[in-house]
């Protein structure tokens, strides 16, 4: 229960021998026993919820001893703890007349239009006085939802409970024998309605699982406790209070805006021209010209289940009238890459602040989300691809961050392999771990922009990436309330595509600067070196060093706190020894969460499997209660696939257990779910045994699909789907001799192995199943749904 809960204890307290202290002087609302003892008590953790008072009226005749109480409870209801919406009807593009809409937008000339503009703000200015009165001429508007009723409850309900409220009232002030009679025949009609219409909304929403899964997804996030993401009505910032939707967006813009480092305090001389990576010519200038249809087509593949940006453009609207905005936006997209100017309107967001963890009331335990115009967002996409096809060559192949072909799976796969091989032989390996605050909103713009131009962007791109970045503006929206805007001086702008590429860019000559091994994802940075000497330990802190002098040049820091190190070996004597950041001591760990998965010194994983078996044990439950409610076993089967057991299965190419114990307790997760399932659809007679569960539901063991999911990693690696070229390494093809019996071949070659732990690292892994299933597969000229496919029906029970 929360620490504010109100709460109230009545009772009968006959307790001798305690001296009670009353918040009232009113010595009548102290009755006493004939043994002078305190007897009926009210406690209350505050009094400002609760009166009592001597009632007037009693049911039955008065005790002495036991007094009729009135009691008057003040309590505050579930809405009102959180800030009401104030918001304004907004555009229903779902009801639009989209083709009212192209006939009018196709008797445009856009060329005389943008004929007598000289600047592409004028442009954009232009096409929203052109598209805006059209929209509101051929669209409704949608008053928001602010209803305490549930959002299943229909029209005709909501009256016949109105028309009940109002009998009841009536019987209570005339006690008239008719409205009472009317107030019990709508309440027996509206106990009708509502089961009617609970029913049909479950049926509605167990459809919308295939053909509107965000409707589906949305009502079961209700369901969970504390799932809904409310701002309360008083927050909190530091000493300041801040009550109301205004003074909370306020507040929260205050705090976003702390986080950002002002630009002077970024161009000091200090900071040296970082070394250009490799001698790049420039970008030819016709990549900078869009055509007319590679414009419609970014368009056309818009999400329309997304919602508008600050400029209430809906991406359902621009991709059913891609067709005839794609000539306009083209002008504008063309202009805007040939002066180099970003056009200013499209630089504004609306930030939503979305709820970590902690403290609700705290401001500093929310993180903002950023909301940007559409149309913008499309120039950025066609414009982000271009410069990371170009940058691509010359980005770091350790960096596995926002690149195509690389994810956490293949950072961690490339980490572990490393890693393993190393404390399979005896060896020790110490790695740090870095954290670097708030590391994309404290990129400083300058020399962002310096960095680039060394990556070979001149001209008027690289005027138009500088324009992008400068003078940016955001305010923070919460329900309908908005707060005053500021400006961003620096980061990369948060929920863009550009944002990313830039990140990568500013970041990328941080490796030049270590000579150990490391990994990166983002800014998530871990720097490792094999251990044989106290010669080994210098060199690692002097990279530590190289990091902490890097971030210092370029106006970052590094969370101390939240920055590690970890011995990975299994020698009993470990290299004693401690690494430092400014003379500070970084925390040794025995485990650590990497990328999701958590990581111990010896690689067993036992830590990481008792944390997701444990999760998804409670999550198991939570989807089998609300799933009960539909009684549909097949989207039980989905709800679970895409809660428990995906996360069972993240990144189970790192951590698959070797042993059989683990592999049991993860099994045992998808057991009992099948086990509840055939007992809620009565066949558990009939499914007796969890072999024939699967069978039933056609679902395959864990264990299973894990092997799977290693076979079509190793095929993906082999034809190139996963860019990471130092596992490409590792692999070891047998080559038979000339007369050599084929049908002993096999396709790897498996290097001897000391111990478990070299059997269980996942290279060695993967082409040992790969071997056992080369009768089955051919990794190399079958695709990967060809390979998947045989081995689910070779696999199923």
């Not at 505050?46 to 001597?54: G, L, R």
């Not at 410069?387 to 961690?412: E, M, V, W």
């Not at 990140?503 to 800014?523: E, G, P, Q, R, Y």
Request: net charge positive.
């Amino acid at each position: 229960m929360p620490h504010h809960s109100p709460v109230f204890i009545v009772g009968d307290f006959n307790l001798s021998n305690i001296l009670w202290t009353p918040d009232s002087n009113d010595s009548d609302l102290l009755p006493k026993q004939f043994c002078n003892n305190v007897d009926n008590l009210v406690l209350a953790n505050s009094s400002k919820w609760i009166k009592v008072s001597k009632a007037d009226d009693a049911l039955l005749p008065i005790d002495h001893h036991h007094p009729p109480l009135n009691i008057n409870i003040n309590l505050r209801t579930h809405c009102d703890n959180y800030i009401r919406s104030s918001r304004a009807p907004f555009l229903n593009f779902f009801l639009c007349d989209f083709d009212g809409i192209s006939s009018e937008l196709d008797d445009i000339d856009w060329l005389s239009a943008f004929n007598n503009s000289s600047s592409v703000d004028e442009k954009v200015d232009i096409l929203y006085q052109k598209i805006m009165p059209i929209i509101y001429k051929y669209t409704p508007m949608r008053k928001p939802r602010d209803s305490h009723y549930p959002i299943w409850f229909s029209v005709p309900l909501l009256r016949a409970l109105r028309e009940k409220a109002k009998y009841h009232c009536k019987s209570k002030k005339f006690n008239n024998s008719m409205d009472k009679y009317s107030y019990e025949i709508l309440r027996e009609r509206c106990a009708v309605m509502i089961k009617d219409c609970y029913k049909k909304f479950k049926k509605r929403v167990s459809e919308c699982i295939y053909n509107d899964p965000s409707y589906f997804w949305t009502f079961f996030k209700q369901q969970r406790k504390n799932s809904a993401n409310f701002i309360p009505n008083e927050m909190f910032l530091k000493d300041f209070v801040a009550k109301g939707g205004k003074s909370i967006c306020n507040a929260f813009v205050k705090h976003f805006e702390s986080i950002y480092t002002c630009p002077r305090d970024c161009q000091s001389e200090d900071y040296p021209t970082p070394p250009p990576v490799h001698e790049i010519s420039n970008i030819p200038f016709s990549v900078c010209r869009l055509s007319e249809e590679e414009v419609f087509n970014h368009l056309s593949n818009l999400d329309p289940c997304k919602g508008a940006g600050p400029d209430l453009l809906a991406p359902l609207f621009l991709k059913k009238c891609a067709r005839q905005l794609a000539r306009p936006l083209t002008l504008i997209y063309n202009h805007s890459l040939y002066s180099g100017v970003f056009p200013t309107r499209w630089k504004v967001a609306y930030v939503t602040p979305v709820y970590k963890s902690g403290n609700s009331k705290d401001i500093t335990n929310y993180r903002p989300i950023s909301i940007l115009s559409v149309i913008g967002k499309v120039l950025e996409s066609i414009v982000q691809k271009r410069i990371y096809f170009h940058i691509a060559p010359y980005l770091d192949f350790n960096q596995h961050g926002f690149r195509p072909c690389k994810s956490t799976t293949s950072n961690l796969v490339s980490y572990i392999s490393d890693i393993a091989e190393i404390v399979d032989s005896a060896g020790e390996v110490h790695a740090i771990y870095t954290d670097f605050r708030k590391a994309f909103d404290l990129v400083n713009h300058k020399l962002l922009m310096l960095k680039t131009e060394y990556m070979g962007i001149h001209g008027s791109l690289l005027r138009w990436c500088e324009s992008y970045l400068e003078n940016r503006s955001q305010l923070v929206a919460v329900n309908g309330f908005m707060s005053y805007e500021i400006q961003v001086p620096s980061g990369v702008p948060q929920g863009s595509h550009l944002g990313p590429t830039f990140f990568l860019i500013f970041i990328n000559d941080l490796t030049l600067c270590l000579h150990s091994k490391m990994k990166l994802f983002a800014d998530d940075l871990k720097i490792y070196r094999v251990i044989n000497c106290q010669h080994d330990t210098r060199a690692l802190q002097n990279d530590i060093d190289a990091v902490n002098s890097w971030c210092i040049r370029n106006g970052m820091s590094l969370n101390i706190d939240k920055c590690y190190h970890i011995k990975f070996t299994r020698k009993r004597n470990r290299f004693n020894c401690v690494y430092k950041i400014n003379n500070i001591n970084l925390t040794e760990v025995d485990c650590i969460r990497d990328l999701g998965v958590i990581i111990d010194s010896t690689l067993s994983f036992r830590n990481h499997i008792e944390y997701v078996t444990t999760k998804a044990s409670k999550l198991s439950g939570l989807v089998y209660r609300q799933m009960k409610m539909f009684n549909n076993p097949n989207l039980s089967i989905l709800v679970f696939n895409c809660i428990v057991r995906s996360l069972l299965e993240y990144c189970s190419v790192v951590w698959s257990p070797g042993y059989r114990v683990h592999s049991d307790r993860i099994e045992r997760i998808q057991k009992r779910f099948l086990f509840h399932l055939a007992y809620g659809d009565f066949k558990c007679k009939e499914l007796f045994t969890y072999e024939a569960r699967l069978s039933y539901y056609n679902i395959l063991m864990l264990k299973d699909r894990r092997r799977i999911a290693d076979i079509i990693f190793l095929a993906k690696l082999l034809k190139g789907s996963i860019d990471a070229p130092e596992l490409v390494e590792r692999l070891k093809f047998l080559v038979p001799r000339e007369g050599s019996r084929l049908h002993n071949r096999k396709t790897f070659s498996l290097p001897k192995i000391k111990s478990n732990l070299g059997r269980h690292s996942p290279i060695y892994r993967m082409q040992h199943f790969a071997n056992g299933k080369r009768d089955v597969i051919d990794i190399f000229c079958d695709s990967i749904p060809t390979i998947k496919n045989k081995l689910y029906n070779e696999l199923r029970v």
